[in-house]
T-cell receptor, first 112, second 112 residues
Framework: SAVISQKPSRDICQRGTSLTIQCQVD?????MFWYRQQPGQSLTLIAT?????????ESGFVIDKFPISRPNLTFSTLTVSNMSPEDSSIYLC?????????FGQGTRLTVV | QKEVEQNSGPLSVPEGAIASLNCTYS??????FFWYRQYSGKSPELIMS????GDKEDGRFTAQLNKASQYVSLLIRDSQPSDSATYLC????????????FGQGTILTVHP
């Protein structure tokens, strides 16, 4: 498996502010993925973070709301911008290794 | 129709019994299939991957895949209370490296 460090593990934020989540992997990977898990729901892919190019966003997610950086092959950030209570979720980064996919420990975000 | 659909839960089984979790998918070109276990407040943990038709066994877990029926299942033998968790079925399409589509999850409770 891959060792994936994600931080912060949790945060409580005021509406209208932004939070940047970091994801660090112990080996170089071409793609990193960001998922959202809303309360009581399954995982939904937000975007694919590619090194050296812009992230690819899934339907319903836009760059202005969820800007992503991918400065190198072991690191990525996801920013949740202009937060509202509806953004309260767990945010997870994921990396493929061989044919499988592994997850960071997640960031539990509460917007008040 | 949802892309990945799991049998409705929650599922409750007595300790020592076999727990059967089912999943169907809509994309016929899907190539890779995964089962994740997620404890409350934790991130998903990969427990089984399967790529070809038939059965794959790992300890108390058996994954079964039938591509013609677009069906994948997970059997947990000798269920233990520590198996109580949400089980997520995930599917990777034929052209999407690393990107997963998740089912809604099945909550399993194993009671002593």
């Amino acid at each position: 498996s891959a060792v994936i460090s994600q931080k912060p593990s949790r945060d409580i934020c005021q509406r209208g502010t932004s939070l940047t989540i970091q994801c660090q992997v112990d080996s170089q990977v071409t793609m990193m993925f960001w998922y959202r898990q809303q309360p009581g729901q399954s995982l939904t892919l937000i975007a694919t973070a590619n090194q050296g190019s812009e992230a690819t966003y899934e339907s319903g997610f836009v760059i202005d709301k969820f800007p992503i950086s991918r400065p190198n092959l072991t690191f990525s950030t996801l920013t949740v911008s202009n937060m509202s209570p509806e953004d309260s979720s767990i945010y997870l980064c994921s990396v493929p290794k061989n044919t499988e996919a592994f997850f960071g420990q997640g960031t539990r975000l509460t917007v008040v | 129709q949802k892309e990945v659909e799991q049998n409705s839960g929650p599922l409750s089984v007595p300790e020592g019994a076999i727990a059967s979790l089912n999943c169907t998918y809509s994309d016929r070109v899907s190539q890779s299939f995964f089962w994740y276990r997620q404890y409350s407040g934790k991130s998903p943990e990969l427990i089984m991957s399967i790529y070809s038709n038939g059965d794959k066994e790992d300890g108390r877990f058996t994954a079964q895949l039938n591509k013609a029926s677009q069906y994948v299942s997970l059997l947990i033998r000798d269920s233990q209370p520590s198996d109580s968790a949400t089980y997520l079925c995930a599917v990777r399409g034929g052209t999407s490296y690393g990107k997963l589509t998740f089912g809604q999850g099945t909550i399993l409770t194993v009671h002593p």
